[in-house]
């Protein structure tokens, strides 16, 4: 991303459970990096996962954000709308050798000693030696994702780096991941995907959110530089917790936007109290931590 680009940024949900004040945190943070620097903030929806995606919150989404008073420029971007992008993308990565179709279950996964890594269970390999003829037979039959193969994806791109505004250059260590899901099994793409493709669509000059993604970027890096995308820059902020001391969750009614909008609080104010780290009783800020040793 050259320093000419212009500035957008995006807020990117999931309508897969209510916004809470932890999305609202996100959304004022994108917005407000956007507005200082004189850009764009975009919205889009994430809305592929056919398990867990839910249509009917999306109108609530749109009702949080106006009621935040964090008004979004230009149209919104539907993930359900660019699945023939995905199909390319993945394709083009077939045609390159870099990903392969996975049969295994998650209990196979775990029953063949797979370690966890930094999302869960690094994928042991065991579909990654299948002769071509396997694959062609299986694929008839049997349901599949398709990994990336990260050794051969690593090798390609050599070393890569990515900028953090407040972690400051990371060097991108993909390897940790293994050879992480590309396209699911119930979904056209896996959320590593999706989201590089879409920021590079969306011309994103900034990627901000929460520092639990911060470990995902090391792949959305990897997948850019085998897809000839550009790089954002990244900010990864600290996410709030409630008073157990963990990040909010979406099953918490309590913190969940349309629980204050519908009794009436006044939203604005509550973005600028949050701005300024005036938090609601039992609400706390934890400040980025970037979990990679
Ligand atoms: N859709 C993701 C979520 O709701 C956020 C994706 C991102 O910001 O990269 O957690």
Sequence with gaps: MTDHAPVRTRFAPSPNGALHLGHAY?????HDLARDLGGEFLLRIEDIDGVRSRPELVEAIFADLRWLGLAWDGDVLFQSSRLAAYDEALEQLKAQGLVYPCFCTRSQIAAAGAQPGPDGLVYPGTCRSLSAAERERRMANEPHCWRLDMTRGVAETGPLVWHDLEAGDQPARPELFGDVVLARKDAPASYHLAVTLDDAHQQISHVVRGCDLFDATHVHRLLQALLGLPTPHYLHHGLLAGPDGRKLAKSEGAAALAVLREA????????ENLRKDRLPSGISRVHASYSLP
């Design 26 to 30: 996100a959304a004022l943070r994108a």
């Design 264 to 271: 009436g609080e006044d939203g604005p104010a509550l973005v």
